[in-house]
DNA sequence: GTCATATGCAACCTCCTGGTTGCATGTACC
DNA sequence: GGTACATGCAACCAGGAGGTTGCATATGAC
């Protein structure tokens, strides 16, 4: 299950430059955090989620903004209110993507380790 | 094996705060082809890695510059050429800190799910 | 030594990002 | 209806990111 990033390499390089965004969201400290207070916190609010932080509630929403533009968070009217929560989906595709890096520079480090003793035993 | 992201609750978001520059690293779309070319094409030049990229080779150099600062790239000299390397160690970092935050948040879906199991059998 | 290749350094430009402030709107609640 | 809270919208700002051009410097080949 959950591999975008399977099949063939055109599909992966694809894949790849799907991630970027989702990337690009997950690299701001801030964002970091409020995914973090969502993923054991649950469906919080905006204010919920600037409570505690150093930066505006404004600032907030606007970091609210690229993980949703990321696909990573989702949000949800109740009342007066706007609840946020996480979506996995993207966060397990940029870890399939991580994966297949790893694993072909890996694969690529055995063969040559393998190609070493061969030629020296 | 491989989890800076292990541990207690604040050292992992002391991790998610470490694991910030290298996905923000990996949020762009020619560094992550950087990444995929010197994954399955192993230690690669400036030259080579900038040949049939759309900018140019000092872009590239910018490149490697910012995923050496987030420790995904190794350099060394041979001769006058420069040759990079893949450093797989933050990539597998970043990617149990990935798990965590799904895991926990997954985790409260069940435990919600069984809740409401457990209300209306 | 000379020439071509591989890289380094620096200045410069543009645009996006993260952040702020001020004000408007919507919705509970009494 | 009025008050308080939750959010939305817009203008504005500083700094950094991504990119370019031009020139300097090393090093391998002949």
Do not use: Y
């Not at 940029?94 to 063969?111: F, G, I, K």
């Amino acid at each position: 299950m959950a591999s975008t990033c399977g099949g063939r390499v055109s599909r992966n390089l694809t894949a790849l430059r799907r991630s970027a965004p989702v990337f690009a969201a997950l690299g701001d400290e801030t964002r970091l955090r409020l995914l973090a207070k969502l993923s054991s916190g649950g469906p919080l609010s905006i204010t919920q989620l600037a409570a505690g932080e150093a930066v505006t509630r404004q600032a907030i929403t606007k970091h609210l903004a690229v993980l949703a533009a990321a696909g990573l968070v989702r949000d949800a009217r109740t009342g007066r209110e706007r609840r946020w929560e996480l979506d996995t989906a993207p966060l397990n595709t940029a870890r399939s993507c991580l994966d297949l890096v790893a694993q072909r520079w890996d694969q690529r480090l055995e063969r040559l380790r393998a190609l070493v003793e061969d030629d020296a035993p």
